[in-house]
């Protein structure tokens, strides 16, 4: 590989209550300019989200920042325009309400340098909660708050486990063998939907490639207490649930039974959960488990949401 510089990917739809956080970050990292650069991707932000990018870029130094809007409507579709519009040979992917560590190209770039043969790389995501943890949370429900956290050392990400949005990491050239997001899957404007991060890593790991964890390129995500609420993880668990019977339907009959099956084989564990939760008396653990089951298998079984 030659010199390396990273390409940081910032999406962003109706986010002016934290865009300026997540560029601030990335405004203060210790790498110098050459070495990065940040791609600010509105999707037709309707709120105060294009004024706060604007002043941002006008009033710093931002010589290495770059704003672009998206017309077309959906995360995936934003995605893809920052990976065109992109100059650097690894592309980052870093949520609009996620802000990143001062070391953060850095510690890219070190990886990248020592672990050549990499094609993908999940950074460990801490949450910073508005007003706490809530305690019906634990840490089976956690990574639906894009939470990462593997531990301190270097590793492949387990079997069917990967990389989450709020920061993963990819070299360009994978994108060529591999394609890119898939833009009938993912989010769009408000709705929940996803599918296309799982899609896009299930397609490099059955081309043989390489993804692994690292705990140096953090952030942390901000969650709201808004996000917290039964009504909004009901609504992200249905498009969990829908989003992987459409990936898996796209992928072949196969692919759909094989994902049947683990669904199945998911309610085991549930019960196993809600029992060991139930006997230490976290009841609000144990009913929040079998809950966020439920509404995942009701999104997977349903026509339509």
């Not at 909660?129 to 429900?141: D, I, K, N, Q």
Request: proline share 3%; hydrophobic share 40%; with cysteine.
């Amino acid at each position: 590989m030659n010199k390396i510089k990273v390409s940081i990917i910032v999406c962003t739809y109706n986010r002016d209550d934290v865009i300026g956080d997540c560029l601030e970050s990335l405004q203060n990292q210790t790498a110098g300019k050459d070495d990065f650069e940040v791609l600010i991707i509105n999707n037709n932000s309707t709120d105060g989200t294009e004024k706060i990018c604007s002043d941002f870029l006008n009033k710093q130094n931002n010589t290495n920042f770059k704003y672009f809007t998206e017309k077309k409507q959906g995360l995936s579709f934003a995605r893809n325009r920052g990976i065109r519009e992109s100059g650097g040979n690894i592309i980052s992917f870093i949520d609009d309400d996620a802000v990143a560590c001062k070391e953060y190209a850095d510690e890219v770039i070190n990886f990248f340098s020592e672990y050549k043969h990499a094609d993908a790389l999940g950074g460990k995501i801490l949450p910073e909660y508005e007003t706490g943890r809530p305690a019906w949370m634990s840490v089976f429900l956690e990574p639906i708050m894009s939470v990462i956290d593997l531990g301190d050392k270097v590793k492949e990400f387990p079997k069917n486990k990967f990389p989450v949005g709020a920061n993963m990491i990819i070299k360009k050239e994978v994108f060529e063998k591999t394609g890119v997001f898939n833009e009938n899957l993912g989010r769009t404007g408000k709705n929940m939907l996803g599918g296309e991060e799982k899609d896009l890593f299930y397609r490099i790991k059955n081309a043989g490639g390489k993804i692994y964890y690292s705990p140096k390129p953090w952030v942390f995500h901000q969650i709201p207490d808004s996000r917290l609420t039964k009504q909004f993880v009901k609504k992200q668990a249905l498009g969990i649930g829908y989003s992987e019977k459409i990936r898996s339907l796209n992928t072949g009959k196969a692919e759909f039974l094989k994902s049947v099956l683990k669904e199945t084989a998911k309610w085991f564990a549930v019960l196993l959960l809600f029992v060991f939760y139930s006997a230490g008396f976290k009841f609000s653990k144990a009913e929040m488990i079998v809950f966020f089951r439920y509404w995942v298998s009701k999104g997977f079984f349903a026509s339509k949401l």
